[in-house]
Each structure stands twice: as C-alpha cells, then as structure tokens.
C-alpha cells in the first residue's frame, strides 16, 4: 500500500504534467490567492470601523470564519512585527560591540517582564489616542502579541549571527561581499532555521496574548475586539455551549491549518540551510510542500523571480576605492551611536515622568503592593507546585514510552499551541457557580494557563533520557520508585526547570485576568498585584496603575536571578547528561 | 539476583549455565521488510569459561548479548536458564556496558550502591560489599568522586566494580574497552582476568563481545566468529593458549593469524566472478565513488595489493565499512580479492592512471556492466519527454531487492550515476533527465538546483 499510492499518484500527476495547460493544484493555488486578498479586504474594513462601546458578536456558525479570520490576521500580523523587530534588533546586537552591552540586559528584562501588567495602560493609552476608530485597540492588541512574541526570535536571531562559523565569514571577507551581500547570503541563511523553530514556538504564545486582548474588559469598559476569543467570552456569558465548543474547535482547526500549511512546509524548505553534516534526526516532510511543487504556477513564479533578482547575470563589481570602503563601517557606527543615544534619552525621559508619577504614591500604597505582590507570588508559586505534581508522572509515562509519544504527538503540538485563556471565561464560570472564591479559583485559572508549558518540558526530557541508562537501570533491576528517584527524576531535571520558569512567567501574566475577572457584568476581584493593576486600570489611577507594574517587574526580576539562575546552574552542571 | 557469597548451584556439573536455541531476531524498519539481524543461532555458555563473539559492525553480537541477559525477547526462539525457559530478566548475569552506563548525578559510590540496593541489601551491607569491589577495581580513594571527573578507563572500572559486586553467575561485558584507550584497555582486560582467575572468584563464567581479534584472542577459551547481514554463528574456535596469556607469544599471534583468514574467508569469498551478462539488479553497497577512488590510490601507491586488515588500520577505516568499499570496487571489477589481499584489476590500474575525465568515462564504462543503471539509462531513452521519475526507480529496485533498504540504495544510485555524468538528477522535482553538458544547459541546471 506504501509504494503503490506514490507509484499511482505519481504516475497520475505526471499525466496532468505532460499537458501544457496548468494542473488542478494551480487552481487551487489561485483561489487561495484571491483568498488572501478578500481576507486581507475585510480585515482592513474592520480597523478603520468606528469604535463601538462595547463589542457585538454574532454567535451563529456562519460568522465564526468571520472572527477567525479576524483573529488569525492579528497574529499574523504581530508576527511579521516581531520578524522584523527580531532582524533589525538581533542584526544591531550582533554587529555593535558597545551598543550589545546595552541592548541585550535590556532585551533579557524584557523576557522576564509580565507584558500583560502593561495591557491596561496600554490599551487606556492607545484607545485616548485614537478616540474614533477601532485603530486604536486593534494596535494594541497586535503590540501585546508582539512583546509576546518578540524576545525569543531576537534572542534566536541575535545567537545564530554570533555563531556563524568563522570560515564562512572569512569566505564573505576574501571575496568582498557588500553587508547587504553578506547578510542576504551568509548570515540570513545561516539564521533561518532558528529563526523557523522560534517563529512556531513564538506563534503559539501569541494565541495566549490574542485571546487575553480579544477578551479584555476591565470593569464596566469592554476593550474586546472581534475575535475568536470574544466569541468565546460572549458565548460563556450568554451560556451558549454549543458556541463554545464551535469556538473551540475553530481555533484547534486555525492551528492545525496553518501547521500544516504554514509552519511544516517552512520547516521542510529550510532544512537546506541545515549547516552541520547528518540530518536533524527523523527527516520532516510536508505533504503539502510536495503538492505545491508540483504547481505550475509557482515554478514559473520561481522563474521569473530568478530572472528579475538577476541571479544569473554576472555581477557588476564597481571597483570601490579603499578609502570609501573604510568609510562605510564608521557610517555604520554613527548611526548605531546616534540611535543607541536616543535609546537611552528616551528611557531617561519616560524614567523621569515615571518618578514624577511614583511619588505621587503614598507610603502606605507602597506597603499594600508589596504585600500583594508576595501574595501574588505565593499563588504563582503554587500553581506551578500543583502543575508540577500531576504533569510529571504523566510526562514521563508518555516520553518514555516511544509508541505513546508516537501517537499522541499531533495531540500535544496542538495542546502546545492552544491558548488556555480561551477557557479562562468558562473556568470563571465554573468556578463561580461552584462557589469557589477567587483567591483559589485564581489559582486554578493560572494552573489552567500554565501546566502545559510543564507538561512538555517534561516529555521532551523523557525522550532524551539516555538509552544506556535505561537499560543499565533495568539490568541491574531497579524497582519502579527506584527508576524514578535514581534515574528519570534527575534526567529531567534540567527540562523541568525550564518548565518552571517558563510556567511561572506565564502564571504571573495570567495573574492580571485571574485575579480580576469579569463575571456577569460584574467584576470581581481579591487580594493579589494583578487584581491590583487591573483595579488601578479600571479607576484611571495612574500613580498605582505604574507603581504595580514597577513592583510586579522588579519581584518577577529579582525571583529570576536569585531562584531560577541558580536552579540553571544546578541543571548544567550537577545533572548534565552531556558527557 | 545471586546472593552474594553463593554462586548459584543449582546447576548440573556440566550443563550449560545459559544458552540459545535457534533464536531469530528482527527489527521493524521504517522503509521496506523488516531487518533481519540474528538466524538461528545456536550458543551455549557453560561454566568456568570464557566465551567471546567476535564479528563486524551489525552481526548482531550486541543484539545476541541482549537476548542472552534476557533484556531482548527473540523474534523466534529459545532462551534457557539452567536449563529451564528464560522469563524475563537473566538472574545470574551482570552486563558491563560499552558507553559505561554511569548515572552522572551520583558519585563513585553511589553509583555501585544503587544496584546492590536494587539487589536487596541492606544500606549497611551494601555499602561495605561497594566499597569492598571499588577497592577490587584499583579505584580506593575515588569514592567520592563524580563520572564527570574521570577518566575514559575509570569510569569503566566503575562500571566493572558495579557489576562484580553483586558476584553474579555470568559476567556480560558490551564491547567494553571501545571507547577507552588502548593502552588502559590492555591493563583493563588483565585485571577482568585476574579477578576472574583468583581463588575467592565468585563469577563462573564471562561472555564478551568484541571486534578486536587481539582482545579476544587475549581472553577468550571459545572464540564464536559471526558473520553479518544476516547474523550468523560461521564458526567456533577453541583458544587453548594457558593463561596468563603474552601478546606478543608466537602462539597468540598465530591464531590471531588464522582468525584474519577465517574472518576474510566469510566477508570476502574466493568465489570467481561469474561473468555477468549484467541482467541481474545487485543492490549497491552503500559506498560513494570518492571511497572507491581513494581505495584504489592507495593500493596503487602500495604496489598494486595490500593486506585488508593493513588497509583498515592504515586508513583508519572501520572494518566493517571498508569491507563495503571493496566489494563495490569488486562489483565494478576494479580489484581483486584473493584470500586477505586486496589486488588492482587492470581495469582499476587504468582507472587510477587516468585523468579526471577520463575517470569519468571508464566509471561510466564500469556502472553501465551493472543492471540497474542499464534498465535506467534505457528508461530515459525511450521516455516522451526524456524524463523518469524517483519513483520508477524506487519500484525497480523494490522488484528487484524487496529485501534491502530501498532509500539506500537510491542514494548509491544517483551518487555513482552523477559522478559518471550518466544522467541529471533533479532533486527537487525528482526526476532523471539524459545528462547534457552544453553552456545553457548547465545555467538550467545551476538554476533548478539553486
């Protein structure tokens, strides 16, 4: 059967090939394009729509591709801003020795930064901009995403340009290559498949700050915007289960979808780029990537790019004197000075307004943000507790056990992708009519958000537990607590402290819309730093509004460096499994 | 697992501790039949001996070790143990492994505690019956140490006194000195044998699995040639040689002698070449043309012949996959292969004395003797529209060699069909064209490929 469907469909497509008309697959192709261009039509109809009050949602079928196309155009299009963010930025870092001192410290708060304590100011801030159109909020929503999405793909980016080997600079070096030369065929191509591997990972945890943004409503203000995770919110207020369960599965779909068509044909084209000798483990393939190269239409597209870049033309080499060449690196570092100087005005500018808001704040505010900023962590640590016990005895049922992994993998790279906050407002009212008061139920809500991160981490470290060991432990008759105690626990050490921190980060994010939540038309709240900063949000009180998020940053960085740095460090260096 | 104190004496005088009966073993592969890595081997270990198999790269003598220490079931088959059915794991085995095994998180100590915890002693006991074997092993005083900071040679003495200190019936050892350096290797095997050898040993019998013939000349009394693809027992030699053992003993090097014959008499028969009509499909060894050149200089650069095992330690080559390369210069009738010798054909000394074109046309010359590339070459000819498909080729071979890994044997193809510009291979849209080496043609290519 496995040889005689390609032997049939080859035969079948060479057919159609030997017809100088086009194939069916470039219909296809056509229609996907027009596609585009109505979707792109009616997403640009919906930014430039007035501002309503309040949002309507259609909660029939028939609308749902509406708002998931909505959706899936704010993702996209934070992505493209996160790319070239990550270029330009990365490119910067790498290039300027004294601007790198700065600019990456900056780069690694910012990772460690709770982006959501900024979306109410944010959305405040953009929203008075822009009083009229929908503008406004859809920026800030797409700028959310993107501080979502950003960090890794830069980090990425910035790494593979350090990390080019030397003989292929020196190739760029001895033959002359321009800069644009240089990044368009050395370093660009060298980057890619970080930058593909990130762009996925850096996709997935925009759907988190999507649904967050899409769903946001602080108090008696609905800043939700039509979407997939509005949709949801409304559907769970008017107790519509069947709408719930359509959205859902829409947004399972919108994930598979553009797996499949986006992400795993990306993959497959940048395996070429692949540098080391020996291929990347199992080879990916894409059935989709085969079919399209079997279009007409886009080989010819190919072609006619080909000719057009001129790739086949000899290159005109000027002969640039010595002295302009020397002149062009220290064009470049003026203007890298000139910016980083404006960097830093701007920070002591917005630093200095930032400390005429904070004295405003009372000692006793002070006080009360601390004390709700230790019983924010207290919460966030014990989600992460909580997560840890059930995630790891069934992580590492289903690592170690090659046939489980096998098929349950397309099940957890789409739980991996699906943003859990889209059940933040079913899990509200569960929580609710269950009686359940919000100090617990918040916690609940920050476990639901961030046990996969976990759960993941979990299985990718029970596969990469080391066959020999294994076996050793199984030889020599280790019993079944002794395995776990002696063996997979300290393996997986290392992942599970990535999983820590990445699920900590995720709950204090989560920590702004658990512990203030909108049930009813009613906002309830308890005591807690992210009730905080939503309650200042929705009294306009600026002064509070940014000594909490000041605080919340500060706690999250300091946690870092004292806890999570040197559970690292224990990681490398005690349970390396690396010989 | 054997108390330790008692080896296991249930065991009839005579009879085999352990053995196999008729024991298969296959392994599912993705592309094509399953790989069939054991054939009915028969083997036994009895007591008081050493046993070693000895064989290349994928004879399945790892696999056979598995199966023995009960870590494997056999796709067919019996294991025994004194004589009764194996269920589950060996109790009288310890295996020694070849990457050392050790769990990095866990010092010295530790590490040979944990299975003598596992084995049910008590944390007294067991901590005087670890320290008792790492002293055995010469490493007193490493205790407390971590794996990381040893070295090569000590981690495998960890891995030995782990294994010694449960006293097992059966010692397994996994091509134990592979990855440790020569030099400690030869201080390590004569320890193995002094400990096996002293009075108070505890341990019967040891199997080792080898591919270094002076390591298992130096300790084994039974020495198990296997052959590969599939594993087979071709040969059982009895090593009389009294101990302790010389490497440098005319008797040692005599039968280390006879064992290059019996191993090149199994890898490379004297059978003489049928003159082929070149209708049959053979599957190509999974070589390139660069190997087969290279082999070829160097013969040239040596008189025209050499020794196999020379080549291999010359080269550096893996045994195993050197024998690949010359059996793909002997399918092109490039070389000779009488007894151990590998011999330039007259063929292959025209091909080494030509130029880089003319390489080209003779290795042109030479794969167009080999079916497939003729049925291929044909194929294009008489094609409409000049091309043929990966698939085609793909179900020709399947047809032809259902047995062998079909995606190989593809890549072979186009490798050796491009260095003898016999066709163009167009990756991306797979497919096989005439080759054709005019000025736009190759800017085409160059852009198909690009």
Known sequence: ?579 | MSIPGQINASAQPGSPLCEVQHVSQEFPQPHGQPLRVLESIDLQIRANEVVALLGPSGCGKSTLLRILAGLLVPTRGEVLYHGKRLEGLNPGVAIVFQSFALYPWMTVMENVEAVLNAAGLSRGEAGAQAAQAIRTVGLAGFEEAYPRELSGGMKQRVGMARAFSLNPEMLFMDEPFSQVDALTAESLRAEVIDIWTSKDKKTSSILIVSHDIKEVVYMADRIVVMGAHPGVVKKIVENTLPRPRDYRSPALLQLVDQLHDIITGIEMPDIPAAVPEAVAIEPLPHVGPGEILGLLEYLDARGGQEEVFRIASDTQREFGTLISVVNAAEMLDLVETPKRLVRLAPEGIRMVRAQIADRKVLWRQRILTLGLFQQVVRAIERSPDGEVTKEFVLENIVLAMPLENYEAIFETFVKWGRFADLFDYDEEREVFRAFSGSEGEIRQRQSGTG
């Not at chain 1, 000139?338 to 004295?359: D, E, T």
């Not at chain 1, 739980?415 to 009686?435: C, E, H, K, Q, R």
């Open chain 1, 1 to 579: 059967m496995n040889r005689l469907v390609p032997a049939i469909w080859g035969k079948a497509t060479a057919a159609l090939r030997r017809s100088p008309q086009f194939s069916w697959v470039d219909a296809v192709v056509l229609l996907a394009l027009m596609a585009v261009v109505y979707g792109i039509g009616r997403t640009a109809q919906q930014w430039t729509g007035a501002l309503r009050p309040s949002v309507e949602i259609d909660l029939s079928a028939r609308a749902l591709p509406k708002y998931t196309l909505l959706s899936l155009s704010r993702g996209l299009a934070a992505y493209v801003l996160s790319l070239l963010f990550s270029l330009g930025y990365g490119y910067w870092a790498a290039k300027d020795r004294v601007a790198e001192r700065v600019l990456i410290p900056i780069l690694d708060i910012l990772q460690s930064i709770p982006v959501l304590g900024f979306l109410p100011g944010v959305v405040l801030a953009l929203v008075a901009a822009f009083p009229r159109s929908n503008i406004g909020l859809e920026l800030a929503s797409i700028l959310l995403i993107f501080t979502g999405q950003a960090w890794n793909m830069t980090f990425s980016f910035y790494h593979s340009l350090r990390s080019i080997p030397l003989d292929q600079q020196e190739v760029a070096t001895v033959y002359r290559f321009t800069p644009w030369e240089r990044f368009r065929w050395v370093e660009l191509p060298f980057s890619t498949i970080g930058l593909v591997w990130n762009s996925m990972m850096s996709m997935a945890g925009g759907w988190f700050f999507l649904m967050i943004s899409e769903a946001f409503v602080l108090g008696d203000k609905d800043f939700r915007l039509p979407g997939l995770g509005s949709y949801m919110s409304v559907a769970v207020a008017r107790g519509d289960t069947g709408a719930m369960i359509r959205a859902i599965l829409a947004m399972a779909t919108m994930i598979v979808v553009l797996d499949q068509l986006l992400w795993r044909p990306v993959v497959v084209w940048a395996e070429k780029f692949r540098v080391e000798e020996g291929s990347a483990g199992e080879a990916q393939s894409s059935w989709f990537y085969s079919w399209l190269k079997r279009s007409q239409l886009i080989e010819s597209l190919q072609e006619r790019l080909k000719h057009f870049s001129g790739a086949n033309q000899p290159r005109e080499r000027s002969e640039v004197s010595l002295r302009q060449r020397a002149s062009r690196p220290r064009r470049g570092k003026l203007v890298s000075t000139f910016l980083l100087v404006a960097m830093l005005l701007g920070g002591i500018f917005g630093g200095y307004h930032l400390l005429l808001l904070l004295r405003l704040v009372s000692g006793a505010q002070w006080r009360g943000t601390l004390l709700s900023a230790l019983l924010t962590l207290g919460r966030v640590l014990l989600a992460t507790a909580l997560g840890t016990v059930w995630t790891v005895p069934v992580g590492l049922t289903i690592g170690l056990s090659t046939r489980l992994s096998r098929i349950l993998q397309p099940v957890i790279q789409l739980l991996a992708s699906f943003p859990a906050p889209m059940l933040f407002p079913a899990a509200t009212a569960i929580l609710a009519s269950a009686g359940v008061s919000l100090g617990w139920g918040s916690v609940v809500l920050m476990l639901l958000g961030t046990q996969w991160y976990v759960l993941f981490n979990v299985i990718a470290g029970a596969t990469a537990v080391p066959a020999d060991l294994r076996e050793a432990a199984i030889s020599y008759h280790f019993g079944r607590s002794e395995r776990f105690w002696k063996l997979y626990l300290p393996a997986i050490f290392p992942y599970l402290v990535t999983g820590w921190v990445t699920a900590a980060g995720g709950a204090w994010n989560a920590s702004i819309v658990s512990e203030y939540v909108t049930f009813k038309g009613e906002a309830l709240a308890t005591w807690g730093l992210g009730a905080q900063i939503s309650e200042a949000a929705a009294a306009a009180n600026f002064p509070l509004l940014s000594a909490s998020v000041v605080v919340m940053s500060a706690v999250v960085v300091v946690f870092n460096r004292l806890v999570w740095k040197r559970l690292n460090v224990l990681a490398e260096t005690k349970f390396s499994l690396s010989k």
